[in-house]
């Protein structure tokens, strides 16, 4: 099986220090979050930036400021900023961080209920139009998916030529108006996409680790982090990013699969060399 690339998602664009007061904000502690969570094992960090007193934001020069403090302790880690931001953001607004041609992005790949009022919307143009963005600086997209009908959209604009290779899905599952993540859900969608595309699990919640066992035994990838749960075990508070995944490093040792260091994640991701 190939080594276990892990992500982490480790500040999001919703989750709150009143959820968990190790959710970073400012550029040191994004910085100091995304070094501890590369010590534990993470070879890509899935990179939203916040304002210093919390609100999401997709302002290009606080992405160029974190990337540049993750880069000064963690040489060689992926940086995958997002271009999904916060619900409500205009599709340039979250486009900003690939104006500073990162490696990997996200790629939202539909739209979907937050809960509430809220509704996430990538329509078909919208994500043809993200992809068009993306593929003309060489940035490789992590396919977000919420739901099957997502996997689905990938496929078909694939087969259109809209989304090109490499092929790497993101199953994020458990998001109140998505699809659950229940083992049947997982094997649903990893039945379901192209033989030669990669695949990696969001659980959010109590989904996480159970996901991240599926994931891990069936030789997919893994992301976890404060922006999916906040909770180590049940009612328990993660001691932070590097918490989560330490007990993902650990699931993955019970079942014999080595860790991908960040250049082992580029060859399997086909990002090239740095
Ligand atoms: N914060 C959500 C609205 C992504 O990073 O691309 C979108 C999100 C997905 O987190
Ligand atoms: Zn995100």
Not at 200 to 224: C, D, N, P, Q, T
Request: charged residues 25%.
């Amino acid at each position: 099986m190939e080594k276990l690339i892990i992500t982490a998602a480790i500040c999001g664009a919703e989750v709150t220090k009143e959820m968990n007061p190790y959710v970073p904000y400012t550029i040191k502690e994004i910085a100091i979050e995304a070094y501890l969570a590369c010590q534990a094992g993470a070879s890509i960090i899935h990179l939203h930036v916040r304002n210093d007193d919390g609100t999401p934001t997709q302002d290009v020069d606080r992405f160029k400021e974190a990337i540049t403090a993750i880069r000064k302790l963690c040489p060689d880690i992926i940086i995958q900023p997002s271009t999904g931001g916060a619900v409500g953001m205009s599709n340039d607004e979250r486009l900003q961080p690939t104006l500073l041609h990162p490696e990997m992005c996200t790629l939202d790949c539909g739209s979907v209920n937050f809960g509430g009022d809220e509704v996430f919307i990538n329509t078909e143009n919208d994500i043809k139009y993200f992809a068009e963005k993306i593929y003309e600086k060489g940035i490789i997209p992590e396919l977000e998916c919420f739901g099957k009908m997502h996997v689905d959209q990938v496929n078909r604009l694939y087969k259109k030529g809209f989304l090109k290779e490499h092929l790497h899905f993101s199953f994020v599952l458990g998001v109140n108006g998505g699809m659950t993540g229940e083992e049947r859900d997982f094997l649903f969608l990893k039945d379901s996409i192209p033989n030669h595309a990669t695949y990696s699990v969001a659980g959010i919640g109590r989904y996480e680790f159970s996901l991240a066992e599926l994931a891990i035994k069936h030789g997919g990838h893994v992301r976890v982090g404060l922006e999916d749960n906040v909770f180590i075990e049940k009612g328990k508070l993660a001691e932070g990013n590097a918490d989560l995944v330490q007990k993902v490093a650990l699931i993955a040792k019970k079942y014999g699969r080595e860790l991908a260091t960040p250049k082992e994640a580029r060859r399997i991701l086909g990002i090239k060399e740095l």
